[in-house]
Nanobody, 124 residues
Framework: QVQLVESGGGLVQAGGSLRLSCAAS????????MSWFRQAPGKAREFVAA????????NYGDSVKGRFAISRDNAKNTLYLQMNALRSEDTAVYYC?????????????????WGQGTQVTVSS
């Protein structure tokens, strides 16, 4: 059982930056593709970014390309999401998720482990 704990959310003005972190309990962290999803009120959960176990490959949702960067520190069992040039439409609860697989998936149903979420609010 993998436990995931997100942190780093908060209130920021449009154009600002935040960095989210996700600490994983799993010592075989490198065996997991890690992703960030987000969900705004009244909307479906949306894929944000994903990274393979070694960190060699990443993928981003169209709405965040060029503004967000996903990374991981396998020595610390931690996933990150650097968010720059934030917009009001980025306001959502952000979740990290883990899947024991080698290739990236953008589908939430393929992720078996989820954190509790962290709120990001961007004021315009």
């Amino acid at each position: 059982q993998v436990q995931l704990v997100e942190s780093g959310g908060g209130l920021v003005q449009a154009g600002g930056s935040l960095r989210l972190s996700c600490a994983a309990s799993e010592n075989t962290f490198t065996n997991y593709v890690m992703s960030w999803f987000r969900q705004a009120p009244g909307k479906a959960r949306e894929f944000v970014a994903a990274i393979t176990g070694t960190g060699a490959s990443t993928n981003y949702g169209d709405s965040v390309k060029g503004r967000f960067a996903i990374s991981r520190d396998n020595a610390k069992n931690t996933l990150y999401l650097q968010m720059n040039a934030l917009r009001s439409e980025d306001t959502a609860v952000y979740y990290c998720a883990a899947a024991r697989r080698y290739s990236i998936s953008v589908y939430s149903y393929e992720y078996h482990y989820w954190g509790q979420g962290t709120q990001v609010t961007v004021s315009s």
